[in-house]
């Protein structure tokens, strides 16, 4: 059974960075795309980051230039790395795999992890 499973969420103060990990396994078939997603409270998820082999790497525009998206595919892990974090990037993230299209739309992931909290206080 295909899983994906986030860590590497924490508390951190305004500047600080942050790396996160999403470990896939279970699958026959290496996604086409995999992304990471954000939820503020009370909100829908937002796209973050989407990295894939048949798209270019993508990322919202209020994380260009701060966060990277890269994957290490020996490992099956997708990483986020997130530097001069701010307030604003207090969320939930989530980490997501597609077989069938890509890009920051929720609309193309069908398999997602349980979330890791990313808290930054200023």
């Known amino acids: 059974q295909f899983r994906l499973v986030e860590s590497g969420g924490d508390s951190v103060q305004a500047g600080g960075s942050l790396k996160l990990s999403c470990a896939a396994s279970?699958?026959?078939?290496?996604?086409?795309?995999m992304a990471w997603f954000r939820q503020f409270p009370g909100t829908g998820r937002e796209g973050v980051a989407v990295?894939?082999?048949?798209?270019?790497?993508t990322y919202a525009d209020s994380v260009k230039g701060r966060f990277t998206i890269s994957r290490d595919n020996l490992n099956s892990t997708l990483y986020l790395h997130m530097n001069r974090l701010q307030p604003d990037d207090t969320a939930m993230y989530y980490c997501?795999?597609?077989?069938?299209?890509?890009?920051?739309?929720?609309?193309?992931?069908?398999?997602w992890g349980q979330g890791t909290q990313v808290t930054v206080s200023s």
């Open positions: 997501a795999a597609s077989w069938h299209g890509c890009s920051l739309r929720v609309m193309h992931f069908n398999y």
């Open positions: 279970g699958f026959t078939e290496r996604p086409h795309c």
């Open positions: 990295l894939s082999d048949f798209v270019p790497t």
